[in-house]
């Protein structure tokens, strides 16, 4: 069984997972409320945090497995890409958990988890497939021929599309995160009220698949700045239902281009966007029209988890005791 470990921003996570990707565990300490008077993550306050709350989950994890230590066979844990801070945290006790026992370490790119979270059981996708991710921190769209590795065919040249749902709620006057609360508020508005800009940047990779949001939130600004603060109050639902069809436009727009490219027929969505309901009515359709199918894993595997970690590092290269004592953590991966 694998042990894997997650603190790449602001959720610190643990996962117990067995080698064919039945998930025994998978336990998250979201640190959201903390961060949430900061209008956003702070990368201090999240180390901190981060470093009181591993043992916990950890020790949490094993007990909802109902399983000790015997029972790991290697422990895996996100390298990067995150917050530095944040990200050596995990890896510090990931290695002091292995070493301990003389266990391989598998190192994890972030990022690969999201993209083979629907490997996991109960019904695992099959590879070839078309993945969108977007969360806060990224916003890519990658193929899979083998869960040992993902294609990026492109990715956002500025802001996530959870940064940009986030720093939309912020411009209307809602919480943070943004997300949920203009996915709330947007069902009670007419999405084609106001004209927003649907970004598909020609980008600089090699498939024409990138993204570009930070436009979207600059027009949505003006737009606040033009009504007046009467006038947005009155259309605040008006407002975010058009904003977050712009967003949903330009994911689901690439997201069908990539399929019909790659000529795929398994198609999934992650990262904590995938809960946005607009995405995945209009992502379900398309995959519809398509005649492909669609993955949407739950919630807690798009959001940052370490299940996912624990898919990633079943097709990844164990780092034998004590080779991974001078590992590093990385704030990007190349
Ligand atoms: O994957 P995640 O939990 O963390 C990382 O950023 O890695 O994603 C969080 C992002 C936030 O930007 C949040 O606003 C967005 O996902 N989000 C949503 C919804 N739920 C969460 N965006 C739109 N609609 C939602 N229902
Ligand atoms: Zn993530």
């Given amino acids: 069984m694998i042990l894997a470990i997650e603190t790449s921003c602001d959720d610190t996570c643990a996962a117990v997972v067995t080698a064919d990707g039945a998930i025994r565990a998978n336990a998250i300490a979201s640190q959201g409320l903390l961060h949430e008077r900061y ?13 009181e709350l591993i043992d916990v989950i950890v020790a949490d994890a094993l007990e909802s497995a109902g399983v000790g230590f015997d029972a790991i066979s ?14 050596l945290v995990g890896l510090s006790s990931a290695k002091a958990l292995a070493a ?45 021929d083998d869960p040992r590795s993902y294609a990026v065919l492109g990715e956002t040249l ?18 943070y995160p943004g997300g949920p609360a203009i996915d709330r508020l947007a069902r009670e508005g007419d999405p084609e009220a106001f004209d927003f800009p649907r970004s598909l940047p020609s980008g600089h990779s090699a498939a024409g698949l990138d993204f570009s949001f930070s436009g979207l939130k600059t027009s949505l600004l003006y737009r606040v700045r033009d009504l007046g603060e009467a ?80 898919a990633a590092a079943r097709f990844g290269d164990p780092l034998e005791y ?8 990385a704030a990007r991966l190349v």
């Fill in 322 to 329: 004590p080779r991974y004592l001078d590992l590093d953590a």
């Fill in 158 to 175: 500025d802001d996530a599309a959870g940064e940009a749902f986030d720093k939309g709620a912020r411009i209307l006057g809602l919480g």
């Fill in 231 to 310: 006038e947005t109050e009155r259309r605040r639902a008006d407002l975010a239902a058009s904003y977050q069809a712009a967003i949903v436009a330009s994911l689901v727009a690439r997201l069908g281009q990539a399929i019909g490219q790659q000529a795929v027929r398994n198609v999934a969505l992650g990262g904590g966007v995938a809960a946005n309901s607009a995405l995945r009515a209009a992502a379900g359709e398309l995959c519809q029209e398509l005649g492909v199918r669609l993955w949407i894993p739950p919630h807690e595997l798009c959001t940052d988890n370490a299940a996912m970690i624990a």
């Fill in 74 to 87: 290697k422990v895996a844990v996100t390298q990067g890409p995150g917050l530095i801070g944040a990200l």
């Fill in 39 to 51: 209008g956003g993550v702070v990368p201090e306050i999240a180390s901190r945090r981060h470093l």
């Fill in 100 to 144: 301990a026992r003389e266990l391989p370490l598998v190192p994890v790119d972030h990022l690969h988890g999201h993209v083979v979270a629907p490997t996991l059981e109960p019904d695992p996708i099959e590879p070839p497939y078309v993945c969108l991710v977007a969360s806060g921190g990224h916003t890519f769209v990658a193929r899979v």
